[in-house]
């Protein structure tokens, strides 16, 4: 029979469960969000054009080996395939629809599986990434791509070995598991859980910070919270990136614009500001992704076929964001753009889907 300890500090309540892993819920009483109305400027980023989403996205040939995505327009970069993820993942488990992806100093590649079919379920895969560059993925991709097919019905040794690079963690509630990142200030994984119906939209105002465990690969700490201010609320849970400073970021879109908001993750207590600059142009019709060069200090918004950047120190404050503040790249061809990650050389990682894999641009972005 499980025991329930109930802690009470201050305003902060505390369920810990006894599990093999200790999950600790802890529910914030005070509202997570700052928020002064009277100090909102909206910047014009006249170089950033919004790119509608397309009706149909470019899906990879299942026989190719490297891919390109490229800029058509804006900044140049170009992305080349690192990995093709195993498609299908391990038999009799729901791999599928990845959301998000992080990287550690360890070369430890981490992947958020959330299958449509299983709604706010996903589960998050690991993989080593100096081992699968030993056993030749970097050099082969479709060896990684098909490290779960059997040939006359057995595993090669070589797919053997490159299974013992992989750790799969077990189902639990992701939400739409965009959010998966890694605060450098404390080495955790930290993603948000959303509530999200059949057609992806948010219906449940209460958020949930979920720190991960980089070995069970599942919740270990749970702080679940508001955002509210002067009578609005936020629907937090669709993005999430963190500074070298530890500072963690999400953005939405409020029309055709994009909210910037800034905060920080403590043991049990989450605070965020929307930050006092509007930005006049999102860069596309679905948010999908947000990240953080450490190299050049810059933030990245990810919509599908368009990013746009700009220097993080440029939001303290009241901000001083200007138009020459803003890179923006257009892409090509037409994929769904699900995370983008950088590596502290300031080389960028590009999760896509249809099918999975993982590019890397050939320069720093």
């Known amino acids: 029979m499980k025991r329930f300890l109930i802690v009470v500090v201050g305003f902060i309540s505390c369920i810990a469960l006894s599990q093999p892993v200790k999950a600790a819920a802890y529910s914030q009483r005070s509202s997570a969000l700052i928020y002064h109305p009277s100090s909102m400027r909206t910047v014009n980023d006249a170089d950033v054009h919004f790119v509608r989403s397309s009706r149909s996205y470019t899906h990879m040939k299942p026989s190719s080996k490297t891919n390109w995505v490229r800029s058509v327009a804006g900044r140049k970069v170009a992305f080349k395939t690192r990995l093709l993820l195993p498609y299908p993942g391990k038999p009799n488990e729901s791999w599928g629809n990845p959301q998000s992806i992080a990287i550690a100093k360890n070369q430890m590649m981490y992947i958020v599986y959330c299958p449509t079919m299983l709604r706010n379920r996903g589960r998050i895969v690991r993989y080593d990434l100096k081992r699968l560059e030993q056993l030749g993925a970097y050099k082969n991709p479709q060896s990684l791509r098909t490290v779960y097919w059997k040939h006359h019905g057995k595993y090669s040794r070589r ?34 859980r959303d509530n999200r119906n059949s057609r992806g939209k948010q219906y449940s105002l209460r958020a949930y910070m979920r720190r991960i465990n980089s070995q069970s690969l599942k919740p270990d700490r749970t702080i679940s919270f508001y955002l509210r201010a002067h009578g609005q609320a936020v629907y937090g849970g669709g993005t999430q990136a963190f500074d070298r400073f530890g500072n963690s970021y999400f953005w939405c879109k409020s029309g055709l614009e994009a909210d910037i908001y800034k905060g920080r993750i403590a043991s049990h207590t989450v605070k965020f500001r929307k930050t006092d600059q509007v930005i006049k142009r999102a860069p ?9 060069n450490p190299k050049r200090g810059r933030l990245y918004l990810i919509a599908d076929d368009s990013i746009v950047s700009f220097p993080a120190k440029q939001l303290n404050g009241h901000g001083s964001l200007n138009k020459r503040s803003f890179e923006w790249s257009k892409l090509k061809p037409k994929r769904e753009l699900e995370g983008l990650t950088f590596d502290e050389g300031g080389h960028a990682y590009l999760l896509t889907n249809h099918n999975p894999e993982v590019l890397r641009s050939t320069s720093i972005y």
């Open 284 to 292: 596309g019709t679905y948010v999908q992704s947000m990240g953080y």
């Open 159 to 192: 797919q053997k070995n490159m299974q013992k690079a992989i750790k799969v963690g077990p189902l639990f509630d992701t939400g739409h598991g965009q959010t998966l990142a890694i605060n450098p200030k404390d080495n955790h994984m930290y993603m948000w």
